[in-house]
Nanobody
Framework: QVQLVESGGGLVQAGGSLRLSCAAS????????IAWFRQAPGKEREFVAV????????LYADSVKGRSTISRDNAKNTVYVQMNSLKPEDTAVYYC??????????????????WGQGTQVTVSS
């Protein structure tokens, strides 16, 4: 079992920045790739970014590429996503998720076995 707890969400003005954290606990969490997804009201959950267990590989959705950076500190069992130049369309609940599956499935929510409860990000215009 892996437990994930997100934090760092909040209300920010357009153009601002936030850093979200995902604290992981459980057995050998450092073996898992960790991703961020988001879900806006009335929309499907969508992929944001993912980082491999070693931190050597990361992928981003086109919608956040160039504005976001995902990183992990395995000593702290924590994954971060730094989001800059935030836009109102970034408003959503942000979830972190963990998977042991290969990178070819990292964009898909079905590939993740463990999910956090989510943290709300609201970007005002």
């Amino acid at each position: 079992q892996v437990q994930l707890v997100e934090s760092g969400g909040g209300l920010v003005q357009a153009g601002g920045s936030l850093r979200l954290s995902c604290a992981a606990s459980g057995r050998t969490v450092t073996n898992y790739a960790i991703a961020w997804f988001r879900q806006a009201p009335g929309k499907e959950r969508e992929f944001v970014a993912v980082i491999s267990w070693s931190g050597s590989r990361s992928l981003y959705a086109d919608s956040v590429k160039g504005r976001s950076t995902i990183s992990r500190d395995n000593a702290k069992n924590t994954v971060y996503v730094q989001m800059n130049s935030l836009k109102p369309e970034d408003t959503a609940v942000y979830y972190c998720a963990a998977t042991l599956r290969s990178g070819s499935s990292w964009y898909a929510s079905w590939a993740y076995d463990y999910w956090g409860q989510g943290t709300q990000v609201t970007v005002s215009s």
